[in-house]
Structure formats: structure tokens, C-alpha cells
């Protein structure tokens, strides 16, 4: 299988995690990590529910895999999320050694990998990681367009 069809492949998976975010009223953003084409853990946001302005889907997924695999450093490892990283999620990113970046919608409003700012290769970071933007970004869009709309 070849790396966009990959990337496809598990940008559907970080998907239904927005969709179960979504049906728990969190806003439906969902991600996957993935080592070695392997699936360490998935997450999809939780900062209503956790009354956590921190528990982004990323941050969710970072907390997990850290304690799945026993390291803060998440080396060599793939993130999936259905929405472009904020500052925050960015930041945690670098922390923890991400290598490649994988995001379907593009955020206007608060994405920090080429929308609203492009943060990824700041020089306040000390580790550069690969992003790759627009992977199913139609369904990622659509279904947080159809959320807040529903809030409305």
C-alpha cells in the first residue's frame, strides 16, 4: 500500500473518533498515532465533558500513547487529527518528538501549520516535524460545519 492511500486509510480512522466525539457533544475532532504503519492509540476531544480547555483530541492521544509505550518521547511516530493543530497541540507535538503530522480541515481561525500562522518550523522549536495538510479534508470540514451549526 502506498503512503497516500495510508494516509487515507487512517485519516477515516481519526474520523470516527470525531464522530464519537461528536455524539458525546464534544467537538468532533479525532486523532490517531500510528508507529511503524501500526496503530498505537486513538483519541477524539473531550474538553467539555473533562471541563479541560487542554484535552484537545492531540493532547488526549499524546497522554495516552505516552503511557501505552512507557515515554514521553513519541519517536519515529505518525499523528492523524481531523483538524489542522492549534498553538497548544503543536507545541505538545514537538515535545513529544512526532516525526509526521497528518490533518484533514484546514483551520482559518486557530491552525498554526500554514492557515492561520505557520509555527512548524519556528525557531523557538527545537525539533522539525513533516506536515502534510488536506488528507479527506471535505469530510473533516463537513462534519464540524454540520456540528456548530446544529449549536446554533
Known amino acids: 500500500m502506498n503512503s497516500?492511500?495510508?494516509?487515507?486509510?487512517?485519516?477515516?480512522?481519526?474520523?470516527?473518533?470525531?464522530s464519537l466525539a461528536e455524539k458525546?457533544?464534544?467537538?468532533p475532532v479525532g486523532a490517531v498515532l500510528i508507529k511503524n504503519n501500526q496503530l498505537i492509540e486513538i483519541a477524539h476531544n473531550q474538553s467539555i465533558n473533562n471541563n479541560?480547555?487542554?484535552?484537545?483530541?492531540e493532547i488526549q492521544l499524546?497522554?495516552?500513547?505516552?503511557?501505552?509505550l512507557s515515554n514521553y518521547r513519541l519517536s519515529n511516530t505518525t499523528l492523524y487529527v481531523t483538524l489542522e493543530p492549534c498553538t497548544m497541540c503543536l507545541?505538545?507535538?514537538?515535545?513529544?518528538?512526532?516525526e509526521r503530522v497528518v490533518f484533514g480541515a484546514y483551520d482559518e481561525k486557530t491552525g498554526v501549520c500554514g492557515s492561520c500562522q505557520n509555527l512548524v518550523n519556528s525557531a523557538c522549536f527545537n525539533h522539525t516535524i513533516t506536515i502534510q495538510?488536506?488528507?479527506?479534508?471535505?469530510e473533516c470540514k463537513e462534519l464540524l460545519q454540520q456540528?456548530?451549526?446544529?449549536?446554533?
Do not use: C, N
Open 4 to 18: 497516500k492511500t495510508l494516509d487515507f486509510q487512517w485519516m477515516k480512522l481519526a474520523l470516527k473518533q470525531a
Open 24 to 27: 458525546i457533544g464534544e467537538v
Open 52 to 57: 479541560d480547555p487542554s484535552a484537545h483530541a
Open 62 to 68: 499524546l497522554r495516552k500513547a505516552g503511557k501505552k
Open 91 to 98: 507545541g505538545a507535538m514537538v515535545h513529544a518528538r512526532i
Open 133 to 138: 495538510g488536506g488528507i479527506l479534508a471535505d
Open 147 to 152: 456540528f456548530f451549526k446544529r449549536r446554533r
